[in-house]
């Protein structure tokens, strides 16, 4: 269907990609949901998407944050797949799946990337739900592809709303340059609410596929303009912890009120930038709800 291209490795010099792709399957086998494993063809390569639910269930799509694959949403799959007939796509460039042949560079490639995805599914309209770097995409589409999106729930969505805060990109950076278990453990409890803890199969998937590869991906999360918030028409479900390290968070929520007609924003309390993670339950029960009513 597409022109073919080079695939893009996500893999260091020395990289195992058994071990990635066993990390990443160590994950899975904790969902307590039947799944489906599929690929659809896009210009961008061969995106990986995980299918649960009902098929006859509205569509809902799960994006992922930076580093980490659709196997993230280990907690909040059951619930969701209950109702919906949800699809977590694995973003290509990043540690995961899907084969990347040609990188997304922009917002505008990002759009066009999900609307060719959703080609490939047989979708029409569709919720999105998106965590840190997916909460990000989301607000992207919110704004660029509003004519193929229902609902938005943008979870911690990365530094879409406000500027990332320095210290969390020096650790990144080092995080990525040199992935010693000990740095990545750190990061990951620096990422984490005071208290509370994430799933250990899910730390040890991000530490081996950090250790073993490297995202690849040329779309950055960056400040959404005030012209972009404005153009959002899709009700909005924004949620943040008050812990979240990325940036200010009260400045962050503030914004979105003013700058996003049709938004729903709180703040959690005792919440790092892991939401999901941290608070499933929660968060689970806020996103059924915020589906669940009518427009």
């Not at 620096?190 to 509370?196: R, V």
């Amino acid at each position: 269907m597409y022109e073919d291209h080079q695939v893009i490795s996500i893999y260091r010099k020395a990289g195992k990609p058994d071990r990635v792709m066993e990390a990443y399957d160590n994950t899975l086998q904790l969902w307590k949901v039947q799944v489906e494993s599929k690929y659809i063809s896009t210009s961008f390569g061969n995106i990986h998407v995980l299918v649960a639910g009902p098929e006859d269930g509205e569509p809902m799509v799960l994006l992922h944050g930076f580093g980490f694959s659709s196997t993230v949403w280990l907690d909040t799959i059951e619930a969701v797949c209950t109702c919906y007939r949800v699809y977590a796509i694995d973003f290509p460039g990043d540690i995961n799946k899907s084969i990347s042949t040609r990188p997304i560079k922009s917002k505008e490639e990002c759009a066009a990337w999900f609307a060719e995805v959703l080609d490939g599914l047989d979708i029409d309209r569709v919720h999105v739900c998106g965590h840190s770097f997916g909460g990000f995409i989301a607000l992207v589409l919110a704004a660029r592809l509003f004519s193929r999106i229902q609902k938005i729930i943008a979870l911690a969505p990365g530094a879409s709303l406000q500027p990332q805060s320095k210290e969390f990109f020096i650790r990144s950076l080092f995080a990525g340059l040199m992935p010693t278990t000990t740095r990545l453990t750190k990061f990951m409890d620096y990422m984490t609410g005071k208290g509370n803890s994430v799933n250990e199969t899910i730390k040890n998937q991000f530490i081996t596929g950090m250790q073993h590869a490297l995202p690849r991906t040329r779309l950055f999360v960056s400040c959404l303009n005030d012209d972009e918030l404005q153009l959002i028409s899709n009700p909005v479900l924004l949620i943040i912890g008050d812990q979240d390290i990325q940036y200010n968070v009260n400045r962050a929520v503030e914004r979105a009120n003013k700058l996003i007609h049709n938004i729903e924003a709180s703040i959690i309390p005792r919440t790092g930038h892991g939401l999901p993670l941290e608070r499933p339950e929660l968060v689970n029960d806020l996103i059924l709800e915020f589906l669940g009513r009518k427009p």
